[in-house]
């Protein structure tokens, strides 16, 4: 079974700073997916970035990039120029590939509750 | 395009009860996923339907069941309710295609269900 672990529960940082959220997870299986979740205070969760675990090329989407290191099974986050609106807990997600209609399934972190502080 | 909606956003129910939440998916997609959410076990699968098919369960008692309609509308029934089952219960749709990647998940806004 696959587990993922965000060792940081709480983070708070100033606005226009940059953080890095930790997630590592556990696998034996060598194709898969890697995914940071957005939940703000409004609950709806929202993917923010995404890593195939066969590219070695990081991630980034804006002011969101991944370090991804399949060999050390770890993937963080980092947030450039931090906003307020990034305010939210965050999730580090695991999805193994499967090639079957409708049998995709995630497996969460217990989430970082970021705070973005002006 | 509408994004995944779930009715109601809130219930409170007492000990013993029944209770059905509902979640619609996104226009087109087949797939739908529950997940439950609790501050101390985090977000957990449920299940996941594709079809009117359950094709994934995760662990969790037989009390949780759920469905899906041909119109790909899915409901999850909690029966017998105790009270470690408040949570926020998220569904999440998806295309459900066979591909060589991933189908991506659109989360709805969850239904937050108190048992006292």
């Known amino acids: 079974a696959q587990t993922v672990t965000q060792s940081q529960p709480e983070m708070s940082v100033q606005e226009a700073e940059t953080v890095t959220l930790s997630c590592t997870y556990d696998?034996?299986?060598?194709?898969?997916?890697l995914f940071w979740y957005k939940q703000p205070p409004s609950r709806q969760m929202i993917l923010v970035i995404r890593?195939?675990?066969?590219?070695?090329q990081n991630a980034t989407e804006n002011r969101f990039s991944v370090n991804f290191q399949k060999a050390a099974k770890s993937f963080s986050l980092k947030i450039s120029d931090s906003q307020l609106g990034d305010t939210a807990m965050y999730f580090c997600?695991?999805?193994?590939?499967?090639?079957?209609?409708?049998?995709?399934?995630?497996?969460f972190g217990q989430g970082t509750r970021l705070t973005i502080n002006p | 395009k509408a994004g995944v909606t779930q009715t109601p956003r809130y219930l409170i129910k007492t000990r013993g009860q029944q209770v059905t939440l509902s979640c619609s998916p996104i226009?087109?997609?087949?797939?739908v996923s529950w997940y439950q959410q609790t501050p101390g076990q985090g977000l957990q699968f449920l299940f996941e339907y594709f079809s009117e098919t359950q094709r994934n369960k995760g662990n969790f008692p037989g009390r949780f069941s759920g469905r899906q309609f041909s119109n790909s509308r899915s409901e999850m029934n909690v029966s017998t309710l105790e009270l470690g089952d408040s949570a926020l219960y998220l569904c999440?749709?998806?295309?459900?295609?066979?591909?060589?990647?991933?189908?991506?998940?659109?989360f709805g806004p969850g239904t937050r269900l108190t048992v006292l």
């Open positions: 997600a695991f999805m193994k590939h499967v090639r079957i209609q409708g049998a995709q399934k995630l497996v």
């Open positions: 696998t034996s299986e060598n194709n898969y997916y």
């Open positions: 890593q195939e675990a066969y590219k070695q």
């Open positions: 999440a749709s998806s295309l459900g295609l066979a591909i060589d990647s991933y189908n991506e998940q659109f």
């Open positions: 226009s087109g997609h087949r797939s």
